[in-house]
């Protein structure tokens, strides 16, 4: 947990004074550090899809440029879990209590999210073999369980919706409402990816596969808090207050 954090709580009202006595919480150390472990074996056993391969004397080098579809799979399961974390670090630092509905949303999150390698893995297999029909089943397994995840964000979100009272004090009530705008766009984006690579082309299923992650990455703080946004806003501020400073000397 981060100081800034703890120092936070310290400052907090103890549990026992909460307006929500009949509601049973707890601190969300444990299911962060659980999170985190999840997360991180994950990732550790990307590297078992990537085996060591047999050759012959003087074909090394062609045996492993054979297996660049494993490396792809490794590096986009290995970003993808990364933005993962991000976004699931950036949720739990708002949040102050745990509850039940919390703790069985967050492990559906965990189940999708831990699934992810598998149908990466399946997805550059089927395109490295070169069969349009495998690929066709690998576009709809990977975007039936991608869409799951976001899915299972969704019912993240909407939890911290309904429940204020899990959350750190000075969070923006709006801020969790509006992030299951982000969760709803993933789940649509990945039906259309799955649907679209079944009865078109795989290919353009693979673009919306590629984008929505690096659309999750850029905004793993917020949809209203992204880097880009804020700067837009900062500039906004700026551009106004020169303004008015401009008016009031004309004045």
């Known amino acids: 947990m981060s100081t800034i954090k703890q120092e936070i709580r310290r400052a907090a009202r103890p549990l026992e004074d909460s307006p929500w006595p009949q509601v049973r919480l707890a601190e969300t150390d444990r299911l962060e550090t659980f999170s985190d472990s999840v997360l991180s074996i ?115 979100f909407h939890v911290l919706s309904i429940h204020p009272y899990l959350l750190e004090d000075g969070v923006d009530p709006d801020f969790f409402p509006k992030e299951r705008f982000r969760a709803t766009l993933g789940v649509i984006l990945y039906a259309i990816a799955g649907v679209a690579g079944w009865l078109s082309t795989p290919k353009l299923a693979l673009l919306i596969f590629l984008a929505l992650p690096i659309f999750y990455g850029i905004t793993s703080e ?9 700067q837009f806003g900062r ?15 004309t004045e």
């Open 42 to 156: 994950t990732i550790t056993l990307l590297v078992a899809e990537i085996v060591r391969p047999e050759h012959a004397s003087g074909q090394l080098l062609e045996k492993l440029a054979a297996q660049w579809a494993s490396y792809i799979a490794f590096l986009a399961s290995f970003c993808y879990a990364g933005v993962i974390w991000l976004n699931h670090r950036a949720v739990f630092a708002r949040v102050r209590y745990c509850d039940r509905s919390l703790h069985l949303a967050n492990l559906f999150l965990l189940l999708t999210s831990a699934l992810i390698p598998f149908p990466t893995a399946i997805l550059s297999a089927a395109i490295q073999s070169g069969n349009e029909f495998d690929a066709r089943v690998a576009v709809a397994l990977y975007a039936t369980i991608a869409g799951a995840m976001c899915l299972s964000w969704l019912v993240v």
């Open 235 to 249: 500039t906004h501020r700026r551009a106004l207050a020169k303004n008015s400073h401009e008016r009031v000397r």
């Open 222 to 230: 917020g949809l209203t808090e992204t880097p880009i946004r804020l």
